[in-house]
C-alpha cells in the first residue's frame, strides 16, 4: 500500500516527502517532514505512529485496520492538538458509498421482523484481522440504523482476494443482496491520497464521510 501511494501521489498533486520504514520507526526525530502523513502500517504501530505525528503538527490519514480499540484515546490525544486526521476502515470510494447504501437498507428492512441480516466478507489469505474493518462498519451501520436484529457474520481468508464484501437481507421466500468487490487494491491508495489532499489544513477527527460529503 506504501509504494501505491507513492507511485499514484502525483496524480493528486502531492509531492512524497519521505517514507518511514521498520526501522525508521524508533527514530521520530529523524522523520522528514510533511503537511500529511498516510499510515499503512500495522495495528499494533499506528497509537504509536500517530502520537508521534501529532506531537508534530503533522496532518494524518490512517489507512491501517484493526487498531480500533485504541481509538477513543487517540482521539482524546489529538482532541487539543491543532491537526486533523482521517481515520477510516476502508477507503476506497465504492465502499464508502456502499456503506450509505447500507444504511438506508437496514433502515428499511428495521421494520419488516420477516427479514434477517447476514454479512460475509472475503480477503487475502494474509490479512491478519477478522472480521474486517470494513465488516465492522457494516454492523454498526446497521445498529445505527436501529436494525436491531442478530447479524450473523462469515469470513473467508484465502489466495489473493483484495476484498469483497457482501450484506444480504433475507426472508421465507426471497433474498436481496448487496456486493462491493474490489479488483484492484490501488482503490485505497487513491482514496487515502483523496483524503490527504481533502483534510490538508483541516482540523478535527474525520471519517470518509466526511471527505464525501455524506
Not at 485496520?65 to 491543532?82: N, V
Not at 428495521?110 to 494474509?126: I, K, L, T, Y
Not at 489466495?159 to 490501488?186: K, Q
Amino acid at each position: 500500500m506504501g509504494r501505491l501511494v507513492e507511485t499514484l501521489a502525483p496524480d493528486y498533486g502531492a509531492n512524497v516527502a519521505g517514507v518511514i520504514g521498520r526501522d525508521d520507526a524508533s527514530r521520530p526525530d529523524s522523520w522528514p517532514r510533511a503537511d500529511v502523513a498516510v499510515d499503512f502500517s500495522t495495528a499494533d504501530a499506528v497509537p504509536i505512529n500517530a502520537r508521534r505525528l501529532i506531537d508534530r503538527g503533522v496532518n494524518l490519514v490512517i489507512g491501517t485496520t484493526g487498531w480500533q480499540a485504541h481509538e477513543s484515546s487517540l482521539r482524546d490525544y489529538a482532541a487539543s492538538r491543532p491537526v486533523g486526521i482521517v481515520a477510516a476502515p476502508n477507503f476506497a470510494l465504492g465502499v464508502n458509498l456502499f456503506l450509505a447504501l447500507a444504511a438506508r437498507a437496514a433502515e428499511l428492512f428495521a421494520a419488516r421482523p420477516e427479514f434477517g441480516s447476514w454479512v460475509h466478507e472475503a480477503h487475502h489469505a494474509a490479512k491478519r484481522d477478522a472480521p474486517s474493518g470494513t465488516a465492522l462498519a457494516l454492523l454498526e451501520t446497521l445498529k445505527s440504523a436501529r436494525f436491531e436484529r442478530a447479524v450473523d457474520v462469515a469470513c473467508t481468508r484465502a489466495g489473493s482476494i483484495p476484498g469483497t464484501h457482501t450484506l444480504g437481507f433475507d426472508a421465507a421466500a426471497e433474498t436481496i443482496t448487496v456486493t462491493h468487490s474490489t479488483r484492484d487494491r490501488s482503490v485505497f491508495a487513491r482514496g487515502a491520497l483523496e483524503a490527504a489532499r481533502w483534510v490538508h489544513g483541516r482540523r478535527g477527527w474525520f471519517t470518509m464521510k466526511d471527505v464525501l460529503g455524506l
